[in-house]
């Protein structure tokens, strides 16, 4: 069996007898293929992530299927479900294909990475805003049942 070209990367490679390469390297089809991933060795070898792999994306479009367009740093596109544009998303890659790859949503992040630090800190201001809404809250309020009309 040849060596895979993707033995250094691969979580399962294990080379039993030395010189015999890896168990789940084949061909298919004509095609250098990759059992453990289910893939065809080129597609793998041309993509910057893997499947499995945990990526950050900036989703900034809407393919035609109804999926948000993410694009990793380096500004390869990673196709998330149930992420609509203008987002940032923790995504695990699920198919990796040579120009494109889909993704799992992990969770979704604040759109600018500075929030998330600023989110730690208490804000004084807001409470105190909180405080006088909830002070109002015996009087009817417009679009209810009791004041539909505002009158």
Aim: charged share 35%; net charge negative; glycine share 10%.
């Amino acid at each position: 069996m040849p060596d895979c070209p993707l033995a250094d990367e691969c979580p399962s490679f294990s080379e039993r007898i030395e010189g015999m390469g890896c168990q789940y390297y084949g061909d298919r089809g004509g095609k250098e293929w990759c059992n453990h991933y289910g893939q065809p060795i080129e597609d793998l070898k041309t993509a910057p992530v893997v499947p499995g792999q945990e990526v950050v994306v900036e989703v900034s479009d809407l393919h035609e299927s109804g999926a948000g367009v993410g694009h990793t740093e380096d500004g390869f596109v990673i196709l998330v479900d149930g992420v609509l544009p203008e987002a940032r998303a923790r995504i695990r890659v699920e198919t990796v294909k040579s120009n494109f790859a889909r993704g799992e949503l992990i969770e979704k992040l604040p759109d600018d990475p500075v929030e998330e630090t600023e989110e730690s800190t208490p804000d004084t201001e807001d409470d105190e805003a909180d405080e006088d809404i909830e002070e109002d809250d015996d009087a009817p309020r417009l679009g209810s049942r009791d004041n539909f009309w505002g009158g």
